[in-house]
Antibody, heavy 122, light 113 residues
Framework: QVQFVQSGAEMEKPGASVKVSCKAS????????IHWVRQAPGQRLEWMGW????????KYAQKFQGRVTMTRDTSATTAYLELSSLTSEDTAVYYC???????????????WGQGTRVAVSS | DIVMTQSPDSLAVSLGERATINCKSS????????????LAWYQQKPGQPPKLLIY???TRESGVPDRFSGSGSGTDFALTISSLQADDLAVYYC?????????FGQGTKLEIK
């Protein structure tokens, strides 16, 4: 079955960077895009961008341009999210999620990781 | 960006009764070239990631009970639970995937009366 396992909780200081991993299994990794969505305490879900696991193309939300990097390792069937210049406003649970249609990078999300809690505090 | 607004923010319904959650988008989510509406609904239980319930506004995801249904067109949508079960206690979100950034509603908390 399709499954995503994300890396563990992180605690970072303001100005630092964080890298979250998302290990996929149960499907052909390169056939789908992976999206990243975050949820700050008490806030709505916020889309951050996607990476095409096949060719590595990316698209980021304008809000995160310049400080977000999404990568993937096809041999490890793992996607990564790196966010730099962290502030307290980046405190959130970060989810990876699979695009619901093979070969179509954008759309709804049919499988999600369990989430990675990132706390930013001095 | 497309703004998604849900109503109400919270809803208390008795077991076995119908629950309806509304979602309004700031622009149409209908794409005439393929006759599809780019709206999804998710259920999120405490401590869990969201779970896809409905996509294309009214297509139920595999394994989702048929008491869940989606309706609407253009800019106005609804998620209906025909007969509320205790397991349906959750926060429900609508999401547009018509354009990026994909945006979500603020969520509707469904409680058991």
């Amino acid at each position: 079955q399709v499954q995503f396992v994300q890396s563990g909780a992180e605690m970072e200081k303001p100005g630092a960077s964080v890298k979250v991993s998302c290990k996929a299994s149960g499907y052909i990794f390169t056939g789908y895009a992976i999206h990243w969505v975050r949820q700050a305490p008490g806030q709505r879900l916020e889309w951050m961008g996607w990476i095409d696991a096949g060719d590595g193309r990316t698209k980021y939300a304008q809000k995160f341009q310049g400080r977000v990097t999404m990568t993937r390792d096809t041999s490890a069937t793992t996607a990564y999210l790196e966010l730099s210049s962290l502030t307290s406003e980046d405190t959130a649970v970060y989810y990876c999620a699979r695009a619901g249609r093979t070969g179509v990078v954008e759309g709804f999300f049919d499988h999600w990781g369990q989430g990675t809690r990132v706390a930013v505090s001095s | 960006d497309i703004v998604m607004t849900q109503s109400p923010d919270s809803l208390a319904v008795s077991l076995g009764e119908r629950a309806t959650i509304n979602c309004k988008s700031s622009q149409s989510l209908f794409y005439s070239s393929n006759n599809k509406t780019y709206l999804a609904w998710y259920q999120q239980k405490p401590g869990q990631p969201p779970k896809l319930l409905i996509y294309w506004a009214s297509t139920r995801e595999s394994g989702v009970p048929d008491r869940f249904s989606g309706s609407g067109s253009g800019t106005d949508f609804a998620l209906t639970i025909s007969s509320l079960q205790a397991d349906d206690l959750a926060v429900y979100y609508c999401q547009q995937y018509f354009i990026t950034p994909h945006t979500f509603g603020q969520g509707t908390k469904l409680e058991i009366k």
